[in-house]
């Protein structure tokens, strides 16, 4: 089973500031990179899933870039509001394996 | 549209029981993935089941099975309990499961291991 890296592990930040958290996983039979949002007593919800080099997703005030051949993905929140604190996870499939996740980053913004 | 279902929402148990959980994934979905979250850890891999065949079993002990039937819902069964079981359990579904698609997930079953 691969492992996923998730980093900041947890991060505190101001109403309106912005924000970036790195996810790393192996490069070798890369297929599908996820992003999740698990806010507290809820469901994760899926953010963006991408497959190719160099892509880039955006919903609203978030984006998510992919880098395959290096083995990793970021995830920037802009302008970041309390409606935004949530825990962040990332989950990487291999060819031929399952969609492992990351431990997460757990973001708090303060207003 | 409904929703991935999962019952009970929570249960408690005897050390040494055995427990059934159950999964119903949206309408279409043919992928179930069965994940334990615990304190301090990520979603933890247990199971896949794709047309009712397990794809991926994750590094769990032999006590955890699962299966899934032909309108792809889903049951997940632990046998002789242990206080470490007690745990989140997450199910989630997909409409292909090439992971091309984002997972739905459903609430959750709370296990609480006594």
Known sequence: ILNVEQSPQSLHVQEGDSTNFTCSFPSSNFYALHWYRWETAKSPEALFVMT???DEKKKGRISATLNTKEG???LYIKGSQPEDSATYLCASYQAGTALIFGKGTTLSVSS | KAGVTQ???YL???RGQQVTLSCSPISGHRSVSWYQQTPGQGLQFLFEYFSETQRNKGNFPGRFSGRQFSNSRSEMNVSTLELGDSALYLCASSV???ELFGYTFGSGTR???V
């Open chain 1, 72 to 74: 990793y993905s970021y």
């Open chain 1, 52 to 54: 190719l080099n160099g």
């Open chain 2, 111 to 113: 296990l609480t291991v």
């Open chain 2, 12 to 14: 408690i148990k005897t």
């Open chain 2, 96 to 98: 292909t499961g090439t």
């Open chain 2, 7 to 9: 019952t009970p929402r």
